[in-house]
């Protein structure tokens, strides 16, 4: 089975902090992603990537930007952290460009901005 | 309006009762969808998966798609307190190919 890590379950950061969100897979996986879950919200898409140094927006990137320097590692990146960036942020990893393949998720960091 | 409708509950049964989940769609371009049940502080998994219309069975567990409706269901025979979870539908867009989530339905089945 695949396995996703994201590298903190619980974190709290101060409000301008710059937060690294970590996520590795251990599989070949190409594409993978970044989603945040909030009550009442649903999972909003921030930011994802098909391949090494390739990153894409999704709904909500205002406020973060990525990483992919190693195929197996996707980084979230929280430029100056604010309270509204308080929620529980998932990664997700996919095989092959066909989304009917379906996601893969980490368990998690749940991010308090203080 | 939300691509993907699915009341957020909280739903409380007995255990044994059947349950019935569903979500609503309003675009055709969706293709595949999905179930994923979430436990509290846990990350989303994979638990059905559909293309066409009709029934797919697994176990308690039974999807239902009727394209023509733009309607999908999970339905769970003889509910157990370890089914307790947030269920999330989801569907791929064919002309994109991104998953869209529904918000979550957050079932408690009670002993």
């Known amino acids: 089975d695949v396995k996703v890590t994201q590298s903190s379950r619980y974190l709290v950061k101060r409000t301008g902090e710059k937060v690294f969100l970590e996520c590795v897979q251990d599989m070949d996986h190409e594409n993978m992603f970044w989603y945040r879950q909030d009550p009442g919200l649903g999972l909003r898409l921030i930011y994802f990537s098909y391949d090494v140094k390739m990153k894409e927006k999704g709904d909500i990137p205002e406020g973060y930007s990525v990483s992919r320097e190693k195929k197996e590692r996707f980084s979230l990146i929280l430029e100056s952290a604010s309270t509204n960036q308080t929620s529980m942020y998932l990664c997700?990893?996919?095989?092959?460009?066909?989304?009917?393949?379906?996601?893969?998720f980490g368990s998690g960091t749940r991010l308090t901005v203080v | 309006q939300k691509e993907v409708e699915q009341d957020p509950g909280p739903l409380s049964v007995p255990e044994g009762a059947i349950v019935s989940l569903n979500c609503t769609y309003s675009n055709s371009a969706f293709q595949y969808f999905m179930w994923y049940r979430q436990y509290s502080r846990k990350g989303p998994e994979l638990l059905m998966y559909?293309?066409?219309?009709g029934n797919k069975e697994d176990g308690r567990f039974t999807a239902q798609v009727d394209k023509s409706s733009k309607y999908i269901s999970l339905f769970i025979r003889d509910s157990q307190p370890s089914d307790s979870a947030t269920y999330l539908c989801a569907m791929v867009k064919s002309n994109t190919g991104k998953l869209i989530f529904g918000q979550g339905t957050t079932l408690q089945v009670k002993p």
């Open positions: 997700a990893t996919q095989i092959g460009t066909r989304a009917n393949y379906g996601y893969t």
């Open positions: 559909t293309y066409s219309s």
